[in-house]
């Protein structure tokens, strides 16, 4: 079954609007990974969060992990249509195998 | 070079057919790893090379699947016998780093199996 779970599984919003995707697991993670797949291209590495509780910014977005390193957060501010695509988390859970997450498509409305 | 890239980017085959898929990583790039896509679906984890060392192949669905990485640069992944639920898109990563930390997708293999 899925280990590392994401919701939203669809977002759609209105260009300027704020979009947030949450990704849980059911395991400790090691550390988490965010990818942006636009579609029909392939997954692209956006950052990396190791310690927990961490918060890290890239300029309109913002990346959390949490105090338990159990889940995190992708924050996009003010969506543009470049923004488009599926966001994706993934992590080695403790002891398991590396999982990438259900992913969270954004559909930004111009 | 200038990102990994993957060969062919398409391939056909007939079910019960063996088929080869090529990865060549970014240079000097320690970690490789290839992953399984199906439409509509995130990556599912396949296997983990360091330098020539596959230190985890826990993810591979069958014992038709293997994959070689034998200098530490170039990996083949290959699936004998297809079957129709082979059908995916084939993505291979690197790292310069050692373990599961931040990866670089080349453009992906897309396998159709009929």
């Known amino acids: 079954g899925q280990q590392v779970m994401q919701i939203p599984q669809y977002q759609h919003v209105q260009e300027g609007e704020d979009f947030t995707t949450y990704c849980n697991s059911s395991t400790t993670l090691s550390n988490i990974q965010w990818y942006k797949q636009r579609p029909g291209g392939h997954p692209v590495f956006l950052i990396q969060l190791v310690k927990s509780g961490e918060v890290k910014k890239q300029k309109r977005l913002t990346f959390q992990f949490g105090e338990a390193k159990k889940n995190s957060s992708l924050h996009i501010t003010a969506t543009q249509t470049t923004d488009v695509g599926t966001y994706f988390c993934?992590?080695?859970?403790?002891?398991?195998?590396?999982?990438f997450g259900t992913g969270t498509s954004l559909t930004v409305i111009p | 070079g200038a990102g990994v890239s993957q060969s062919p980017r398409y391939k056909v085959a007939k079910r019960g057919q063996d088929v080869a898929l090529r990865c060549d990583p970014i240079?000097?790039?320690?970690?490789l790893f290839w992953y399984q896509q199906a439409l509509g679906q995130g990556p599912e984890f396949l296997t983990y090379f360091q330098n020539e060392a596959q230190l985890d192949k826990s993810g591979l669905p069958s014992d038709r699947f293997f994959a070689e990485r034998p200098e530490g640069s170039v990996s083949t992944l290959k699936i004998q016998r297809t079957q129709q639920e082979d059908s995916a898109v084939y993505l291979c990563?690197?790292?310069?780093?050692?373990?599961?930390?931040?990866?670089?997708f080349g453009p992906g293999t897309r396998l159709t199996v009929t």
């Open positions: 990563a690197s790292s310069n780093q050692r373990g599961y930390y931040e990866q670089y």
């Open positions: 993934a992590g080695f859970l403790a002891g398991n195998q590396f999982y």
């Open positions: 240079s000097g790039h320690v970690s």
